[in-house]
């Protein structure tokens, strides 16, 4: 049996009065790629954020390499293993591209590995490349989101959560992003991946889970879950 390592177990959020996650369950084996879809203010990148410690939880518990992490924060996590890509990037705008990267290997003391790694992530986005001494807040958004992909690849993460990288991109660089996403994947990298665009994410999965309204409603293989009715009429507008 493949090791599980991510397990989220009756996880409720609320925050501003309202209820965001009401009591979920769902698991992140080593290897696999895992899409949690969902329309809009379904709850999942509260999910996100209560799982990378950036928002308390109020019941459940989140278990990463078969321990808690509640209450721990982003720092803590990133340094066990766990990386994510925030909705809406969050790159440091004041910093170049390269000092980005760095910042995202600040984890790390081993020199030329880092730099061996930069050059890693320059042969997978090689617009960063060309663009290497340009500060992060005069890029393009899906400029924005190679560079938040490749900082968090800097960690060196077992399980990569990414929230939403393909909102508000062109359909060319929604085709990236997607196509990096499996080659993250495919060298070894279990992947937690968050999105509206069900279509897309189930595409590319092995399994998925359906959030709606702070609940889980479907789980399932994903190629399955791509050819089930109620899926298809609820999120590809079939």
């Known amino acids: 049996m493949t090791k599980i390592l991510l397990k989220v177990s009756g996880l409720k959020v609320a925050y501003g009065g309202i209820q965001a996650v009401k009591g979920i369950d769902f698991e992140v084996r080593e290897g696999e790629l895992v899409s949690l879809i969902g329309s809009n203010g379904a709850g999942k990148t509260t999910t996100m954020k209560a799982i990378t410690g950036s928002l308390p939880i109020n019941d459940g518990d989140i278990e990463y390499l078969g321990k808690s992490i509640r209450g721990q924060g982003p720092w803590d996590l990133v340094a066990q293993g766990l ?50 001494d340009q500060l992060a807040g005069t890029m393009s958004g899906g400029e924005q989101q190679m560079l938040a992909m490749g900082r968090a690849l800097m960690s060196r993460p077992k399980v990569l959560l990414l929230d939403e990288p393909s909102m508000g991109l062109s359909p060319i660089m929604v085709d990236k992003i997607f196509e990096v996403v499996r080659d993250v994947y495919a060298q070894g990298v279990t992947v937690l991946l968050v999105e509206q665009n069900a279509s897309r994410a189930l595409s590319i999965a092995n399994r ?8 889980v409603t479907m789980t399932g293989d994903a190629k399955e879950m791509l050819n089930d009715p109620k899926v298809r009429a609820a999120y590809l507008g079939e």
């Open 208 to 215: 998925g889970y359906v959030m709606e309204s702070g609940l």
């Open 83 to 132: 990386a994510m890509v925030p909705e809406g990037r969050g790159v440091f705008t004041r910093m170049t591209i390269t000092e980005n990267l760095q910042m995202g290997a600040y984890i790390r003391d081993d020199k030329a590995d880092i730099l061996a790694d930069i050059d890693k992530v320059f042969t997978i986005f090689p617009r960063l490349k060309e663009r290497r």
